[in-house]
């Protein structure tokens, strides 16, 4: 028989937010990470005791830990003491309850329960305490489990302490959530005093409300307290979790779920084998199935509404929030209300954390300006334009420029998908004089790409007119509507010069674009001390690219400074990202995490 055997670890698992229901609407309740011990797994014919109530015996949860243990090739031994409506309290001591179960019953059950500790021998003893004992009688759910602590080492087991879940009472008074908390808090208080193990079952179950809102874990409309076959095994397989220090995922053992088939069974248990071992092992909140609006952006007309849908229906505690109130409001059932025209994102928040995001456009949908005209709108996420005449009207920044009699599309795309359309007719004849400016006397276009020079480096009123000609039509050329084709790495000049007013030339460099950037001389998680310096250096893929210019970024200039050539100074012990950027318009970064110490 093995003794027992602890490594400390930080249980990061339970960085568990869950929002409060709408009588206090806004607030969240934080369980934050604390410090218990892991067991020593124990492979070789473990035996398991459980010790408990109707928590543990219905559905026979010992029969599925034993049967997990052995479809993953664990001969275990599973044996269990379990009486209806007894507390961990009772176990100890049967002479400090009253009513049920009966005195009688008792003091039978804790004489079975020291008999095996006593004359048995176990590798793991897991203890289970009643609902209400561990938030009504906390200081004496602990004295049992510090009274027990000796006979299970004597036994030669490790203690595992069985967090449970809270009863789903359907009430307005009765917050579900908070309940947990106080149960969980008193389970890892008792764990860390006495340095074992703790199976998180109860989390387990708080998650599952979150993962999986349309599958219930309990026995009945009726019963709102005991798990049914489901919520056993989700049970089951964080115990063999917490043991074993294993995921039960992959584990061929689906006991069958009341109303499913055998096929919807599986699907269901897999997904609960997953979620143990995030809770259990890998300490993951972070929602692996994310909620998504059925459409990712909508265009509506200033004074409508319009109600949001969701991809999958079932989602809980949705908070909605606009980032453009004056534009966009929501309501809280999701309703949206279009205001004035512009735009605004819609954030929908889970009581998980986990967020959904979706673009509104206000927009009348047609414009008519005049020749000349600038029209300014607000649409706060980048959006790419393209003119079907742009002779008439185009898009730069956020203005419409109308530049010629007649109709134009102007068709929009965000990063996100959405898109917007706008019909634009123009009237009357241009006799304003040219007020073409050249923002830039230069431009870098990778070979094989093409820039539209309206929109990267022109502005003005009137953009009509215009001719475009190229110094070197093997090196770029350029269209009568201003599109540049850079065609091999070289230097060339467009000539723009404008019906009215001086000629413009812009110098172009073709060359070959950055496709990957990479830090050679630091890795994420580096450490430097404060005060010292280092040049970080950064590897340009390919190695042939024709710019290798690169813009620097602190995320936490406090902690760590980065100058214009790369070189990081330490200020003060914390982290901090340095973000390289590449500066020939490919967008390319790398992101590195230093630590300052002292």
């Not at 209400?132 to 602590?149: R, S």
């Not at 009207?393 to 795309?413: F, P």
């Amino acid at each position: 028989m093995k003794k027992k055997s602890f490594t400390v670890v930080l249980f990061s698992l339970l960085l568990l937010i869950l929002t409060i229901p709408a009588s206090a609407a806004g607030s969240t309740v934080f369980f934050s990470g604390r410090p218990v011990y892991q067991a020593k797994p124990v492979t070789n014919s473990p035996r398991i005791l459980m010790i408990g109530n109707s928590l543990t015996y219905t559905n026979n949860i010992p029969a599925m830990v034993q049967n997990l243990c052995r479809a993953s090739g664990i001969n275990a031994t599973v044996e269990s003491v379990t009486l209806g409506g007894n507390s961990l309290t009772d176990d100890v001591n049967p002479g400090t309850g009253n009513g049920y179960p009966s005195l009688e019953a008792k003091k039978n059950v804790s004489q079975q329960m020291y008999n095996k500790l006593k004359y048995q021998k176990w590798d793991y003893v897991i203890l289970q305490g009643k609902s209400d004992e561990t938030t009504a009688i906390p200081d004496k759910f602990k004295n049992a489990v510090a009274t027990l602590a000796p006979l299970i080492k004597s036994a030669g087991a490790q203690m595992v302490l069985y967090c449970t879940w809270a009863p789903d009472y359907k009430s307005s008074a009765y917050n579900i959530d908070q309940q947990q908390m106080n149960i969980a808090n008193v389970y890892y208080a008792a764990a860390r005093q006495q340095g074992c193990a703790l199976a998180p079952s109860g989390i387990a179950f708080a998650r599952e409300r979150t993962l999986y809102p349309d599958l219930d874990l309990y026995y009945s409309a009726g019963d709102r307290l005991h798990p049914n076959v489901a919520g056993s095994y989700l049970s089951a397989c964080c115990i063999y979790s917490t043991l074993f220090g294993r995921s039960a995922e992959g584990i061929s053992y689906y006991p069958a779920i009341n109303g499913k088939t055998s096929a919807q069974s599986q699907q269901i248990e897999q997904n609960l084998q997953s979620l143990a071992a995030d809770v259990a092992l890998r300490g993951n909140l972070n929602i692996s199935q994310k909620a998504t609006f059925k459409n990712p952006g909508y265009t509506i007309n200033k004074g409508k509404k319009l109600q949001l849908a969701f991809a999958k229906n079932g989602y809980r505690g949705i908070a909605y929030q606009s980032s453009n109130p004056s534009c966009v409001t929501v309501s809280q059932s999701g309703l949206v209300s279009a205001k004035n025209y512009g735009s605004a994102v819609i954030t929908a928040t889970l009581n998980n954390g986990t967020t959904a995001t979706c673009d509104i456009i206000v927009c009348s949908g047609k414009f008519t300006l005049t020749v000349g005209d600038k029209y300014t709108f607000k649409f706060n996420n980048n959006f790419t334009w393209r003119s079907s005449n742009g002779s008439v009207a185009y898009v730069n920044g956020n203005q419409i420029y109308a530049v010629g009699s007649g109709s134009a599309t102007l068709a929009g795309t965000n990063s996100n998908g959405t898109t917007v359309t706008l019909q634009v007719t123009v009237k009357g004849t241009s006799s304003a004089k040219s007020n073409v400016k050249l923002n830039s006397k230069s431009l870098f276009l990778a070979v094989g790409k093409k820039a539209n020079l309206k929109t990267r480096v022109l502005s003005g009123s009137n953009l009509s007119g215009l001719t475009y000609k190229s110094s070197n039509k093997s090196v770029a050329t350029v269209t009568k509507k201003g599109i540049i084709t850079a065609k091999r790495p070289g230097k060339v000049k467009i000539t723009i010069t404008p019906k009215k007013g001086k000629k413009m030339t812009l110098t172009i460099t073709c060359g070959t674009q950055v496709k990957k950037l990479a830090f050679s001389n630091v890795k994420s998680g580096a450490k430097l001390k404060v005060g010292k310096s280092k040049t970080l250096k950064v590897k340009f893929t390919p190695s042939k690219a024709s710019i290798k210019k690169l813009s620097w970024k602190s995320s936490n200039t406090k902690v760590l400074t980065v100058s214009k050539k790369g070189k990081i100074k330490a200020k003060k012990p914390g982290t901090a990202k340095i973000t390289a950027t590449a500066t020939d318009g490919s967008k390319k970064k790398v992101t590195v995490k230093i630590k300052v110490v002292k």
